[in-house]
């Protein structure tokens, strides 16, 4: 098995990867933090909650600055995201590059609709709610649960994220750290599709499925980047 690149000798500075893949990994976690908490009290300050009212209602109660604690962590988290697993990859041994490979294709994939899925609300929805289109925006809203917004963020997040981290981590190699991490990440996946799987079959965002599934990932998440983003500075200091 290639071992994971080292310091080399006379020379103080870790390889870029295992640098790169602790601030990511740190960013990453931040960003799944500060969007939980985002998430929390958008849950509990928001006029409007629980099943979607139509447009008239949501218009009414629009904070932008609201909308923005929530989606600006998680446009931040998905590059940090892709970037962490492609310092897995780096440092991952050739013989076991197929699995962080998958990891790293499903990560871009959902990085990009998650990218674009933001970008939509924060410019365009946000556009026109503060202008005269707002009625125009039923189908594009990410507080009418049956929108495209939440059809794409179900996507990229239970379908590909999760299990793009699980397929990453089985790179990791031995140790109780990175055993401990593959099975965080392995947890999260399993909730991330199961959750997926109920929402698209039962289109209800309340489910009780879905809640457990969005609470491992809040969870389970940051505490597994963390987690590897310590594994990442002790690969460093080696």
């Known amino acids: 098995m290639r071992a994971v690149p080292r310091r080399a000798p006379g020379r103080g500075q870790p390889p870029p990867a295992l640098c790169l893949g602790f601030w990511s990994a740190t960013l990453t976690a931040l960003c799944a933090v500060g969007f939980t908490l985002a998430f929390g009290y958008h849950a509990a300050t928001a006029p409007v909650a629980g099943e979607w009212q139509g447009m008239e209602a949501f218009t009414a109660t629009f904070s932008a600055w609201r909308m923005a604690l929530v989606l600006v962590p998680s446009l931040v988290l998905a590059p940090a995201f892709v970037t962490m697993l492609a310092c897995v990859h780096s440092v991952a041994p050739e013989e076991v590059r197929a699995w962080s490979r998958v990891g790293l294709a499903l990560a871009i994939i959902y990085a990009v609709v998650a990218c674009v899925n933001y970008t939509v609300q924060l410019v365009v929805v946000r556009g026109n709610l503060l202008g005269p289109e707002a009625g125009a925006l039923g189908l594009l809203v990410m507080g009418n649960p049956r929108s495209l917004f939440w059809g794409l963020a179900i996507l990229c997040y239970n379908f590909f994220m999760g299990p793009a981290a699980a397929f990453a981590a089985e790179t990791l190699g031995g140790g109780p750290l990175p055993a401990l991490i593959r099975r965080l990440f ?13 929402y698209f079959v039962t289109l209800d965002h309340l489910h009780p499925a879905g809640l457990v599934s969005t609470a491992v990932w809040c969870i389970v998440l940051p505490l597994a980047s963390g987690l ?3 594994h990442f500075r002790r690969l460093a200091a080696a």
């Open 228 to 230: 590897l983003a310590a």
């Open 186 to 198: 392995t947890v999260n996946a399993a909730a991330s599709v199961a959750g997926g799987i109920v």
